[in-house]
């Protein structure tokens, strides 16, 4: 025994005994070369789904929907409450202030592979760098105003940053933002499917030419994407789903389908979400709620249910699968916004009616004056009727708040290991070739050419009324005209186009739109109403946590927040 | 047993010698003086092996009739040595007792050698054996709890087989682990991977712990935290003693819970679906499941059936013994509970060898070791679930199997049963390998004389295992199976070279110890899913069409170097001096060594002569420490900025993804706390009342914590050395004994700590951080929130009271007070500037009071603990009115209606707490700990059979618990709804336990 101790006394007096190296974790110094680069401009993409994916909040994909013109409560969480009631939005919001970090945290990593990729390193991957960090300082932008602009990695502890004007943040996005669009390869020539392309910095820089009010130079940016000749709008059917039923609109939005490997020739951006199948592990890192969050709870029916068993490799779900019925449409959507014939309305985009599909399934029913379900020995029933599987399913009156409303079908997610669906396993469509033509059209209204703009909203029309046109025979159908646009048809046509799909807050903020075009949702139910809505809303609070951590510099609050 | 042996031969002669006169009965008198010839009232004189006796009078004069001359007489006394008199002729006896002062004989460990207690300088508190054999307890710190000054002890879980958190003296350090250092035989297991949970309780002989800077100052950077030292039994030399220790139990919930009625649960779901809009399956019910239920008039208590009576039975079996040159200890224990929520098991099986052989006259050599597995497969009912479960919810599928969701289509709660149809393995094993080499120099060489060297060598060893497969029965369709692997491997070595000098009045002592320590941890993790069935399980992991790996290693290590003086003067003056010198892996470059001095006065008053005649001052003893300590609590690679790989798919396969992971700090270093003690030791009236009070104060500076960051640096936090916080404190340990008959004792001790502490500075620049929630002026922990002073009511709206006041406010939602705004007056606005500190969240005293009543061969111990002043957010609360409307939930916690304008509860409306106020309340408590009820048989009836001792108990823990908090109990560790590990959600046990302690 003494000759063991003697031997780690040896040991234990060697000099770097008490050195420490990390056994399993990496450096940033020790990620400098091309694999190390690769993997942290990798990360960028990883941080930027973490966005999406939250589910620690599950109301979170409301929160830039609900109490805008488009979309009202459904089943509340808690986190978007204060989207619709607008006085109770403090900087106390948990949306808030994750929005805000997370921005921050891909901004850090950004930084940081800049200085592992070197002011003479690849331009491709310094511009993918450089891409998320004007990406990111644009959200920040558009939400909070004047923020903190960090564009060196943080290596030591720091509690004094300054909240920069807002002008100096908006010229970093631009050069960001232009660098990424000249050197970043365009969409056929990425390492791999998915990463950032040239085309992406394009669209994301005419969407901050129009924030900046620069018209022309989004006009031009938007232009040579259109003129790329690498995208074109999707006017016939395509893909997995093929078989089943659909339109060719409602085919880029399936599972199997999204992306341009898959056929779809309008994605500029889509973050792939795998399904955690065949050895692809990755994709959804917390457990993204936006099925749950659009699909309605229709389950809560008798005689629904969201099993379904006729599953083939297209993954499609006759409902979606299973929701939780928190963002509805307003009514606006609805029952105002479509014009007929427009296939962006169809029952296979937002569909409207349910049919009883429990197996087995019969009932005897009451009905109220109202057409609503009730029970058949219920006082109010006006008729008894008898029902089975594959009738009409009959939906009562509180059914219309989260239970059984018209929805979008963008965000359908059927995984058939996992019926009740706790996750999305969709990928998510970030930039589409229709939307390049909508801010163009923007574009070219500030630049007074109402016809270009014109122009381009009937390019997404016609692709929208090109079914309806043959089967009436009127090729003008759904035709805009100059006269027809203002800076409010636009904004139509979006809500048209890119319904569920835009992140429509942040729209509305940018445009400065967001309380008159609040205004035209009118509903009023239980479940909340616009309330509190003021133009100190076209920004964000600053996160208090963030003012009372930065201790060395006192922040002020944006106006109007306390 | 030798005395015990013996005293049978001796039994055994007299009965054959004096059969002549053995039956012939007398009467007895005399008197008990002690040394001083001072008499002695109320010594207890007992006919040995008897309840026949008597007690002495004011004078020290005692009768006894009915004595045989073969008697034995015992003279016992509080305080004094026992006496043994054999009766004889004599019919008048002059009985001299001695002092038995404790503390001027008696030996103590103090780390690193021992000392006597009297020529202690620190704070030591020692946990008697006896309490340690008389509570039957699965934990050692179980009977540590509430038993000694200044340690705090809460047993967050009762789930069978985790060990509570110990706190000494209140922590002090803001983030940094504040658990003591617990040494096993000289060998430490903290930071080497251990827990105390892996000592048997069976095995141990005594407990010290060292509780300030003096006494923990020989233990260094490992001592801020105080430091338990346990000792485990050795053998004596003589013939074996066999001895075996059993108990078995039973366990229920200590308390559950008031649920609501069926009829109170659709009220709640009505005034959901009113104030919410909340749909209703069918009404009155919620949910499509309930309807059949409800129909039936069917309903089912779910707590009751996740919940089974507990059962934990311990066995333990030592043979101890020795010759003149070795002595040996050698036990093995069962231990196997069954938990009170079905699937919560643990077993866990030890044996321990502990062996000393004198191989010469001057060198002993010895091992302690231990082998011990940790068993605690089960699949576990979930607790939570069964909480949130309607009593109409279904229980079964027509096929016999769980339904998933009992109340479908409600998914959040899936049937707390489901878990239990997994066979999940969680298994340990501890191996500690211990050696010590002695040498006494003085036998090699006189001159040498008081010179010895010891080296303590140990080795651990930890592996783990736990084993997971999730199939059908959990609706996991996939099927997932998960084996994680752990291994710590762990050594320590101490050479302690020691110098005991002894001249006239002098005693001189002088240790000098170097050590190094080595933990290399790793850990590996496997998954795979999408199974073809559920047959395999874990054991054919490759069956699976989709599989992940991970692996974690990392490495700590430490050297020190210590020197420590005692010296003192007849045993009335008393002086230490500690010095310690400790290098800690986990510090940056150029930070990682730290120097600690210590020192120490003692004085022995009651040694002085002009106490010569004090007789009523039995022992009376001021002690005075100062010193530094270090603390080097933090996780290892906390000094460099990390990376962690991330997964993400591109183009269809999988990618591997870098992104920044934490901040390092490359100037971290030792945090450091400076303390000052101040200790009378006491005892009067033949120690009657006798104890100790200490108070201290302590400085924290550097302190290591997470302190917060702007996000917008890309980081929350960082670990960082910070600010200081100043801790005073006073603890009071008083023994009394209140009655003294021959047949009746009855014994009080009472415990008693108060502690304060506060932040005196934070960045040098006199600011609170507010984003770190640390206020200087204030504790470390303290809940900042706003102050509710009820419920807004429909007419306050009505009339406006809440325009400028809260004007966010509706009916039936939390009302707070408008305490202040931006310029420090109210504001007509509820803000972050109207939070305010209400409390603190480490309690401000606690105390302990024991009763012992002993009455003949009767003992019975009652333990009452008492934690007040402390603070906590009840979750329960804070998620009822988003949650009641929708589950299952406690009758007590209510909510407003229109027509029900409770002041108290707030609406079911999902926004009625919009602030988010967090429901802090008190969580204050007064326990029934403990009561046992003990029996020792008489020894003339074992003495018949040849055993030498047995005792048997019955013992009750947890019996009653006085609190105002709502829910399952004040110290409950719970989860709500949403976070991953609900298995922690186990309540408060009662148990009952019957026992059985018996030498041969």
């Known amino acids: 025994m003494i000759v063991m101790a003697?031997?780690?006394?040896?040991?234990?007096?060697?000099?770097?005994f008490l050195d420490e190296t990390p056994y399993s974790s990496y450096a940033p110094e020790t990620l400098t070369d091309e694999a190390g680069i690769e993997a942290a401009l990798k990360g960028l993409h990883y941080n930027f789904g973490r966005i999406w994916t939250w589910s620690d909040q599950q109301g979170w994909a409301g929160v830039w929907q609900d109490g805008t013109d488009v979309c009202s409560p459904g089943g509340?969480?808690?986190?978007?409450?204060?989207?619709?009631?607008?006085?109770?939005?403090?900087?106390?919001?948990?949306?808030?202030?994750?929005?805000?970090?997370?921005?921050?945290?891909?901004?850090?990593?950004?930084?940081?592979?800049?200085?592992?990729?070197g002011e003479d390193g690849d331009p491709a991957k310094m511009a993918e760098a450089r891409f998320f960090r004007g990406y990111c300082y644009n959200i920040l932008a558009t939400l909070y105003g004047d923020v903190p602009l960090l564009t060196e990695p943080t290596s030591s502890a720091r509690t004094d940053l300054e909240r920069t004007p807002v002008s100096q943040v908006n010229a970093q996005?631009?050069?960001?933002?232009?660098?990424?669009?000249?050197?970043?390869?365009d969409i056929t020539g990425t390492v791999s499917e998915s990463r950032a392309n040239k085309h992406m910095a394009m669209q994301s820089l005419g969407e901050v030419y129009l924030r900046l009010d620069q018209p022309a130079d989004a006009e031009t940016v938007l232009t040579s994407i259109i003129n790329s000749g690498l995208f074109s709008i999707v006017e016939e059917r395509y893909g997995v789903a093929i078989d089943v039923n659909g339109d060719y609109f409602s085919d880029m939005f399936k599972f199997g389908n999204q992306r341009r490997s898959e056929g779809n020739t309008e994605a500029i951006w889509t973050f792939e979400l795998e399904y955690n199948k065949g050895g692809i592990s990755g994709g959804f890192t917390n457990a993204p709620q936006q099925r749950r969050n659009w699909v309605p709870a229709y389950h809560n029916i008798p005689g629904m249910t969201y099993v379904y068993d006729g599953v083939d490799e297209s993954f499609v779900h006759p409902y979606g699968g299973r929701g939780n019925g928190r963002i509805r449409p307003s009514n606006w959507v609805k029952y105002e916004l479509y014009e007929d014939g427009d296939i962006r309305n169809s029952e296979n985009n937002i569909t409207r009616t349910f049919y009883y599909n429990a197996p087995g399934y019969s009932a005897t029913w009451g009905i109220d004056a109202n057409g609503f379900r009730v029970a058949a020995d219920s006082p109010d029933a006006v008729m008894v009727k008898d029902v089975m599987v594959g009738d009409t399913a009959l939906i009562a009156a509180s059914d219309t708040l989260e239970v059984a409303y018209p929805y979008t079908r963008k965000w359908d997610s059927f995984d058939p290991t996992d019926q009740w669906g706790w996750t999305n396993i969709k990928d998510f469509p970030i930039m589409r070739f229709g939307e390049t033509y909508l801010l163009r059209a923007e574009a070219r209204l500030k630049n007074g050419n109402a016809a270009g703009a014109a122009d381009d909203i009937n390019v997404l029309r016609d692709r929208a009324f090109k079914a309806a046109r043959e089967e009436s025979g009127n090729s003008e159908l759904g035709k805009v005209s100059s006269s027809d646009i203002d800076l409010d048809f636009i904004l139509d046509e979006r809500a048209r186009e890119l319904f569920a799909e835009e992140n429509r807050r942040m729209t509305l903020m940018r445009t400065g739109t967001l309380v008159e075009r609040a205004a035209l949702n009118t509903e009023s139910t239980i479940k909340g109403t616009i309330s509190g809505i003021s133009e100190i809303h076209l920004l964000l609070p600053i996160p208090l946590s963030e003012i009372q951590r930065n201790k060395d510099v006192l922040w002020e609050q944006n106006p109007g927040y306390n | 047993m030798a005395l015990a042996l013996m005293l049978i031969i001796v039994h055994g002669t007299a009965a054959f010698a004096g059969s002549g006169t053995a039956l012939q009965e007398k009467s007895i008198t005399g008197r008990v003086v002690s040394t001083s010839g001072?008499?002695?009232?109320?010594?207890s004189i007992l006919v040995k092996g008897t309840t026949h006796g008597t007690i002495s009078d004011i004078d020290g004069n005692f009768t006894l009739s009915d004595v045989r001359s073969e008697d034995i007489l015992v003279f016992s006394f509080i305080g004094m040595k026992e006496v043994e008199v054999t009766v004889g002729d004599q019919t008048n006896l002059e009985v001299t007792m001695e002092d038995a002062v404790i503390g001027v004989d008696e030996v103590v460990v103090v780390g690193y050698g021992t000392q006597k207690k009297s020529d202690i300088t620190g704070s030591v508190s020692s946990v008697s054996e006896e309490r340690l054999a008389k509570i039957p307890v699965s934990n050692v710190m179980q009977a540590v709890q509430g038993a000694v000054s200044g340690v705090s002890v809460t047993q967050v879980s009762s789930i069978p087989g985790e060990a509570p958190q110990v706190l000494v003296r209140g922590g002090g350090s803001l983030t940094a682990s504040t658990e003591p250092y617990v040494v096993v035989d000289g060998i430490p297991i903290s930071k080497m991977g251990g827990s105390i949970n892996d000592i048997n309780p069976n095995d141990i002989k005594s407990i010290e712990i060292l509780k300030d800077a003096s006494a923990t100052a020989i233990y260094g950077m490992n001592g801020a935290n105080g430091v338990i030292l346990i000792t485990t039994k050795s053998g004596k030399s003589s013939k074996p003693t066999i001895k075996y220790s059993g108990y078995l139990g039973v366990e229920e919930f200590a308390n559950i819970p008031e649920m609501v009625s069926t009829d109170e649960l659709l009220a709640r779901y009505a005034e959901g679906n009113r104030i919410n809009g909340s749909p209703l399956y069918e009404a009155p019910v919620k949910y499509q499941y309930e309807v059949e239920n409800y129909k039936n008039g069917h309903t089912i208590d779910w707590i009751d059936e996740v919940s089974q009576t507990g059962i934990q039975q311990n066995h333990n079996i030592s043979i101890s013994g020795g010759s003149e040159n070795l002595s040996y200890y050698i036990s093995g224990d069962l231990l196997d509970q069954k938990g009170v929520v079905k699937g919560y098991n643990y077993k866990r099986n030890s044996i321990r060898t502990n062996i000393d052989a004198q191989v010469t006259s001057y060198l002993k050599i010895g091992t302690n070791s231990s082998i011990v597995y940790h068993n605690r497969d089960g699949g576990r009912a979930n607790l939570l679930n069964a909480e949130a479960m309607s009593p109409y919810g279904r229980m079964y599928e027509d096929d016999g199997t769980y339904t998933i969701y009992p109340m479908f289509g409600e998914t959040l709660w899936a049937n707390p049963m489901l878990p239990t149809t997994t066979s999940p393995e969680r298994r340990q094993f501890n191996v500690n390998l211990n050696g010590f080499a002695y040498v006494t120099f003085g036998d090699i060489w006189k001159p040498l004389t008081g010179l010895t060297y010891r080296l303590n060598a140990g080795h651990s060893t930890i592996q783990s295992r736990n084993s997971n497969y999730t199939g059908q029965s959990v609706n996991d369709l996939l099927g997932t199976a998960t084996i994680s692997r752990s291994e710590t491997q762990a050594y320590t070595i101490e050479n302690i070279l020691r110098y005991d000098y002894d001249v006239n009045k002098h005693h001189i002592d002088l240790t000098g110890v170097y050590s190094s320590q080595e933990r290399v941890y790793n850990t590996n993790w496997a998954q795979a899913s999408d199974f073809v069935n559920d047959e395999l399980g874990w054991d054919r992991m490759q069956a699976g069409a989709s599989s992940s790996v991970s692996s974690y290693a990392d490495r700590y290590a430490a050297i020190s170097q210590m020197g420590r003086l005692n010296y003192s003067y007849d045993s009335r003056y008393l002086f230490t001096v500690t010095v310690r010198r400790d290098g800690s892996s986990v510090f940056a470059d150029g930070m990682k060594y730290g120097t600690f001095p210590s020192v120490a006065l003692g004085w022995n008053i009651r040694h002085e002569g002009f106490m010569a005649n004090a007789e009523k001052i039995t022992n009376l003893k001021l002690r005075l420490s100062y010193g530094k300590s270090g603390n080097e609590a933090v996780s290892v690679y906390r000094t460099f900025t990390t990376m962690a790989d991330r997964q993400i798919p591109f183009g269809g396969s999988t990618n591997i993804a870098m992104v920044t992971d934490r901040l390092g700090n490359s100037d971290l270093s030792w945090e450091t706390k400076e303390s000052f003690n101040l200790g009378l030791d006491f005892g009067f009236f033949n120690n009657r009342i006798n104890g100790s009070l200490d108070v201290y104060s302590a400085n924290n500076s550097d302190l290591l914590l997470s302190r917060k960051l702007p996000s917008a640096s890309g980081f929350g936090s960082v670990t960082a050395n910070i600010g200081e916080t100043s801790t005073k404190g006073i603890e009071l340990t008083l023994n009394t004994v209140n009655v003294a008959t021959t047949n009746f004792k009855w014994n009080s001790s009472i415990v008693f700590s108060n502690s304060k502490s506060e932040i005196t500075e934070l960045y040098g620049d006199g600011l609170d951080d507010?984003?770190?929630?640390?206020?200087?002026?204030?504790?470390?922990?303290?809940?900042?929130?706003?102050?509710?002073?009820?419920?807004?009511?429909?007419?306050?709206?009505?009339?406006?009271?809440h325009l400028d006041w809260d004007p966010?406010?509706?009916?039936?939602?939390?009302?707070?007070?408008?305490i202040s705004g931006p310029d420090g007056v109210p504001d007509g606005v509820i803000t972050d500037d109207d939070r305010v500190i209400l409390g603190q969240t480490a309690p401000k005293w606690t105390g302990g009071l024991t009763n012992t009543f002993a009455y003949k061969n009767f003992t019975l111990n009652v333990f009452i603990q008492t934690v007040q002043g402390a603070m906590r957010n009840n979750s329960h609360i804070g998620m009822a009115a988003d949650e009641i409307e929708r589950r299952n939930s406690f009758a007590e916690i209510g909510y407003w209606t229109p027509e029900n304008q409770s002041n108290e509860w707030r609406s079911l409306n999902k926004n009625s707490n919009p602030h988010g106020y967090g429901f802090p309340v008190k969580n204050n408590f007064t326990r029934i700990k403990d009561i046992t009820l003990n029996y020792d048989v008489p020894q003339h009836l074992l003495d018949k059979a040849g055993i030498s001792a047995l005792s048997l108990y019955l013992s009750g823990r947890n019996l009653y618990t006085f609190t105002d908090w709502i829910g399952w109990d004040p110290e409950e560790r719970d989860t709500q709804r949403g976070w991953n590990n609900w298995e922690i959600n186990y309540p408060a046990v009662r148990t009952v336990v019957f026992g059985i302690n018996l030498t041969l």
């Open chain 1, 6 to 16: 003697l031997t780690f006394l040896a040991i234990s007096c060697s000099e770097d």
């Open chain 1, 76 to 117: 509340v969480q808690g986190v978007e409450i204060p989207f619709f009631k607008y006085e109770d939005l403090n900087s106390e919001n948990a949306a808030v202030s994750y929005m805000w970090s997370m921005c921050y945290l891909i901004i850090n990593n950004a930084n940081n592979a800049m200085v592992a990729i």
């Open chain 1, 173 to 185: 996005i631009v050069a960001d933002l232009k660098y990424a669009a000249e050197n970043l390869p």
């Open chain 2, 38 to 43: 001072e008499s002695i009232p109320g010594v």
């Open chain 2, 770 to 801: 507010i984003g770190s929630g640390w206020f200087l002026g204030e504790p470390i922990g303290v809940i900042r929130d706003y102050k509710k002073i009820g419920i807004w009511q429909e007419d306050e709206i009505t009339n406006g009271d």
């Open chain 2, 808 to 818: 966010v406010a509706k009916p039936g939602d939390v009302k707070v007070a408008d």
